[in-house]
């Protein structure tokens, strides 16, 4: 049955060979990117041995993202999408072959380093004006490319393979790191930045609808896009449940701690354990992709969030490996049925025309959330220590599932995707 069900699902792509186009090209830049940010941060910190050094890639490319999504989500709104987004990954790709260029200065003494340092944080911060296009651009690109009745399943498939390729991409980078160092893995990447354009060429936005031609400033249009989510509880309850749960509950930047102090297991185990999240999510992204549901959407939605938090709680309590293994498993598990559930609400929720604003906002929430979590976890752990604030964040969770299921009833009482357009 499962057989037949997975079939069934990808079976699809045949019938619609634009989803297949566009689940292609993003894999590919999704491979890319992930290759791209092992190998950085390990030629960084080879380069400086300084860990704050590995902390301004991070903002290199953080902060000119949080300053163009607004503007960027506006633009994916007035003009087509996917030339924007093959635009954003040939950027990305001339980034990429700078830096090719640049690895190849690092190894020339102490002052071509200094200059391929600086030469990188430099390329870091163009790409990441690039990513604050492709992220809004590419979410808002799938509901042009298949049908409403097939959103759901298709958000779910697509997530799925995200997921694996956030897995596979680390390993891959590393292994060609090894192999050619970085010119040749800064070389694929930018052949796959490439390739994933070139593959978007055939792709057709047969389900577009008209694009917004909303008068005035873009801060003005953009504001009729914040009014749009604040009126919109569906809306802006899934995208800030996301948001606090994370940031207040993601244990992430606390492993390297358990696995060395609590766990006692060394870095072949906070390898485990960090793979033990991804194969949750994997995990549950391949059931949903073979088994896509459409009844209590809502409900089911604070449950995969209350379960996150306490899959969390007991990581945070756990002095037995395979016990946090399992914990963490479902957590990622728990989190994957969430972004899925979240994913089908605001796209059902949201008009074509409003998308590219929409997405700019879930993705600063999704970046805030991660980025200020780690923050989080690891100033509360230096004041009381990793076990109480890893337990302090899954109870925030489960009480910040309580206060929503409070504050959006509409948003617990929503049972199929499609009755969120009518909210």
Known sequence: MKLRSLTTT???????????????????????????????????????????????????????????????????????????LMASWMVAAVCASALWQLSTHAAAGVEGQAGALTGIYATLVIFGCSRAFSGPAVQSLLPQIVPREQLAQAIATNGMLMRAASIGGPLVGGLLYSLGGGALTYAICAGCFLLGACCLIPVTTRYAEPRATDAGSMWRRFGIGIRFIRQRPIILGAISLDLFAVLLGGVVALLPIY?????????????????????????????????????????????????????????????????????????????????????????????????????????????????????????????????????????????????????????RKVDKFEEASHE
């Open 10 to 84: 990808f079976g699809n792509l045949r019938h619609n060979p634009a989803f297949a186009a566009f689940l292609l090209a993003r894999l590919t830049g999704m491979f890319a990117t992930q290759i791209q940010a092992v190998v950085i941060g390990w030629q960084v910190y080879e380069l400086t041995r300084d860990a704050m050094a590995l902390a301004y890639v991070g903002l290199a490319q953080f902060l000119p993202m949080l300053a163009l999504l607004l503007p960027a989500g506006d633009l994916i709104d007035r003009y087509a999408r996917k030339p924007i």
């Open 259 to 411: 696995a060395k102090e609590i766990l006692h297991v060394g870095p072949e185990g906070l390898g485990a354990l960090r793979s033990a999240i991804a194969i949750g999510e994997v995990s549950a992204g391949l059931w949903l992709s073979m088994r896509p549901f459409n009844h209590a959407a809502g409900k089911r939605m604070f449950i995969a969030v209350a379960i996150f938090g306490a899959a969390n709680l007991v990581f945070s309590l756990s002095y037995w490996f395979w016990l946090s293994f399992i914990a963490l498993a479902v957590a990622g598990a728990a989190d994957m049925v969430s972004v899925y559930i979240r994913g089908a609400l605001v796209q059902f929720s949201t008009p074509d025309n409003m998308r590219g604003r929409v997405s700019a906002v879930n993705m600063l929430f999704i970046g805030s959330s991660n980025e200020l979590g780690e923050f989080r976890a690891g100033f509360a752990a230096a004041g009381f220590g990793p076990i109480i604030a890893a337990a302090l964040g899954g109870l925030c969770t489960l009480g910040v599932v309580s206060l929503w299921m409070r504050l959006f009833p509409t948003l």
